[in-house]
């Protein structure tokens, strides 16, 4: 019979500690599993998206979208990683880092914004000559729109 306390109940074994390189493993496993549940996804809504709207409308939201992410990923500083590697951060930190995620926001926003701008006296001294440019360039806007708002939350999309 093993040992109990004084109640009669039996002792609550501690879980074994795991090895880095358990712990690392596990990580990266979730770290994946993540990310190609969020690919997944992104696959499903697209298939969804590209049955819902006709095939240049389609098109045009692929572009917009594209463009958002070259901005982002060229626009890309690291601040989320810099604030886990650190041991001890402290307010100051987190407020450089909500700064920073502005800026960039701000910046990717202002590109797509410059590039709405440029489309949109482009279409008008071309006189319209692509139908499609409108909505092109309301997509674009929107997007930028929602760049600003990510940037604004302090996080990345």
Not at 14 to 33: D, H, N
Not at 78 to 86: H, I, K, M, P, Q
Not at 122 to 145: G, H, K, N, Q, W
């Amino acid at each position: 019979m093993p040992p109990s306390d004084a109640d009669g109940r039996l002792p609550v074994a501690e879980p074994p500690k795991l090895s880095i390189l358990a712990r690392t493993t596990r990580g990266a496993g979730w770290i994946f599993a993540f990310r190609l549940f969020t690919r997944v996804l992104g696959t499903f809504s697209n298939i969804i998206l590209a049955a819902l709207l006709l095939p240049v409308d389609f098109g045009i939201w692929t572009l917009g979208t594209a463009s958002m992410q070259m901005v982002e990923t060229l626009s890309y500083v690291g601040v989320e990683d810099a604030l886990v590697r650190e041991k001890a951060p402290d307010r100051a930190m987190y407020n450089t880092g909500f700064t920073l995620n502005l800026l960039r926001g701000l910046l990717a926003g202002g590109v797509l914004g410059v590039t709405v701008a440029v489309g949109l006296v482009e279409s008008l001294l071309a006189r319209f000559a692509f139908r499609r440019v409108p909505l092109l360039l309301t997509t674009a806007f929107l997007l930028c729109l929602f760049a600003l708002l990510v940037a604004w939350k302090g996080g990345v999309p």
